[in-house]
Nanobody
Protein backbone atom coordinates (compact mmCIF):
# COMPACT_ATOMS: atom_id res chain seq x y z
CA UNK A 1 0.00 0.00 0.00
CA UNK A 2 1.28 3.44 -0.96
CA UNK A 3 0.46 6.85 0.48
CA UNK A 4 1.39 10.21 -1.01
CA UNK A 5 1.57 13.49 0.88
CA UNK A 6 2.16 16.80 -0.84
CA UNK A 7 3.64 19.92 0.72
CA UNK A 8 5.14 23.21 -0.36
CA UNK A 9 2.12 25.00 -1.75
CA UNK A 10 1.34 28.59 -0.90
CA UNK A 11 0.76 32.08 -2.24
CA UNK A 12 3.27 33.85 -4.43
CA UNK A 13 3.34 36.80 -6.79
CA UNK A 14 3.60 36.34 -10.53
CA UNK A 15 7.18 35.67 -11.54
CA UNK A 16 7.94 33.93 -8.27
CA UNK A 17 8.89 30.34 -7.53
CA UNK A 18 7.68 27.47 -5.39
CA UNK A 19 8.89 23.91 -4.89
CA UNK A 20 6.34 21.22 -4.21
CA UNK A 21 7.31 17.98 -2.50
CA UNK A 22 5.54 14.64 -2.40
CA UNK A 23 6.56 12.19 0.29
CA UNK A 24 6.00 8.55 -0.71
CA UNK A 25 5.20 6.14 2.11
CA UNK A 26 5.10 2.41 1.44
CA UNK A 27 4.11 -0.35 3.79
CA UNK A 28 5.43 -3.35 1.89
CA UNK A 29 8.68 -2.71 0.06
CA UNK A 30 10.06 0.74 0.81
CA UNK A 31 11.13 2.54 -2.32
CA UNK A 32 9.34 0.23 -4.72
CA UNK A 33 7.06 2.83 -6.24
CA UNK A 34 9.48 5.69 -6.74
CA UNK A 35 12.20 3.38 -8.05
CA UNK A 36 10.12 1.15 -10.31
CA UNK A 37 7.08 3.11 -11.42
CA UNK A 38 6.13 6.38 -13.05
CA UNK A 39 4.91 9.32 -11.03
CA UNK A 40 3.44 12.67 -11.93
CA UNK A 41 2.00 16.00 -10.92
CA UNK A 42 -1.49 17.12 -11.85
CA UNK A 43 -3.47 20.26 -11.12
CA UNK A 44 -7.11 21.18 -10.93
CA UNK A 45 -9.17 24.34 -10.56
CA UNK A 46 -12.83 24.43 -9.56
CA UNK A 47 -15.14 23.46 -12.39
CA UNK A 48 -12.35 22.12 -14.58
CA UNK A 49 -10.96 18.67 -15.21
CA UNK A 50 -7.72 17.60 -13.64
CA UNK A 51 -4.83 18.22 -16.05
CA UNK A 52 -1.41 16.66 -16.23
CA UNK A 53 1.51 18.96 -15.48
CA UNK A 54 4.61 16.75 -15.46
CA UNK A 55 5.58 13.08 -15.52
CA UNK A 56 8.71 11.25 -14.45
CA UNK A 57 9.31 7.65 -15.42
CA UNK A 58 11.17 4.96 -13.52
CA UNK A 59 14.34 5.66 -15.51
CA UNK A 60 14.15 9.38 -14.77
CA UNK A 61 12.94 10.53 -18.17
CA UNK A 62 10.42 13.34 -17.96
CA UNK A 63 7.52 14.90 -19.82
CA UNK A 64 5.70 18.21 -19.44
CA UNK A 65 2.51 19.92 -20.46
CA UNK A 66 3.14 22.60 -23.07
CA UNK A 67 1.87 25.25 -20.68
CA UNK A 68 4.70 24.62 -18.19
CA UNK A 69 7.64 23.63 -20.40
CA UNK A 70 10.71 25.66 -19.61
CA UNK A 71 9.26 26.85 -16.30
CA UNK A 72 8.58 23.69 -14.26
CA UNK A 73 10.96 20.84 -13.47
CA UNK A 74 9.95 17.45 -12.09
CA UNK A 75 12.53 15.39 -10.22
CA UNK A 76 12.77 12.64 -7.66
CA UNK A 77 15.09 11.54 -4.90
CA UNK A 78 14.87 7.77 -4.76
CA UNK A 79 16.86 7.55 -1.55
CA UNK A 80 14.54 10.01 0.19
CA UNK A 81 11.38 8.57 -1.40
CA UNK A 82 10.36 12.07 -2.46
CA UNK A 83 9.02 13.56 -5.68
CA UNK A 84 9.50 17.25 -6.43
CA UNK A 85 8.07 19.91 -8.71
CA UNK A 86 10.14 23.07 -9.04
CA UNK A 87 7.96 25.85 -10.38
CA UNK A 88 9.58 29.04 -11.68
CA UNK A 89 8.22 32.11 -13.44
CA UNK A 90 4.80 31.40 -12.02
CA UNK A 91 1.76 32.93 -13.67
CA UNK A 92 -1.74 33.60 -12.30
CA UNK A 93 -3.04 30.82 -14.57
CA UNK A 94 -0.88 28.34 -12.63
CA UNK A 95 -3.20 28.84 -9.65
CA UNK A 96 -4.69 25.45 -8.79
CA UNK A 97 -4.71 22.55 -6.40
CA UNK A 98 -1.68 20.42 -7.22
CA UNK A 99 -1.75 16.66 -6.80
CA UNK A 100 0.99 14.07 -6.72
CA UNK A 101 0.16 10.72 -8.34
CA UNK A 102 1.79 7.33 -8.72
CA UNK A 103 1.21 4.25 -10.82
CA UNK A 104 1.46 0.94 -9.00
CA UNK A 105 2.61 -0.99 -12.05
CA UNK A 106 3.55 1.26 -14.99
CA UNK A 107 7.21 1.92 -15.62
CA UNK A 108 6.39 4.62 -18.18
CA UNK A 109 3.45 6.99 -18.25
CA UNK A 110 2.22 9.28 -21.00
CA UNK A 111 4.06 12.60 -21.05
CA UNK A 112 0.76 14.34 -21.54
CA UNK A 113 -0.42 13.19 -18.15
CA UNK A 114 -3.24 10.67 -18.47
CA UNK A 115 -4.86 10.43 -15.04
CA UNK A 116 -6.18 6.94 -15.89
CA UNK A 117 -2.60 5.63 -15.75
CA UNK A 118 -2.27 6.48 -12.06
CA UNK A 119 -3.62 4.48 -9.13
CA UNK A 120 -2.64 6.47 -6.07
CA UNK A 121 -3.22 10.16 -5.37
CA UNK A 122 -2.28 12.58 -2.65
CA UNK A 123 -4.67 15.01 -1.02
CA UNK A 124 -3.30 18.02 -2.87
CA UNK A 125 -1.58 21.29 -2.01
CA UNK A 126 -2.91 24.69 -3.04
CA UNK A 127 -0.85 27.05 -5.18
CA UNK A 128 -2.08 30.62 -5.61
CA UNK A 129 -0.32 33.07 -7.91
CA UNK A 130 -1.36 36.71 -7.77
CA UNK A 131 -0.77 39.27 -10.49
Amino acid sequence: QVQLEESGGGSVQAGGSLRLSCAVSEYTYAGATINRNCMGWFRQTPGKEREGVATINADGTTGYADSVKGRFTISKDNAQNTLYLQMNSLKPEDTAMYYCAASNWRTYCSSGGDSAEYNTWGQGTQVTVSS
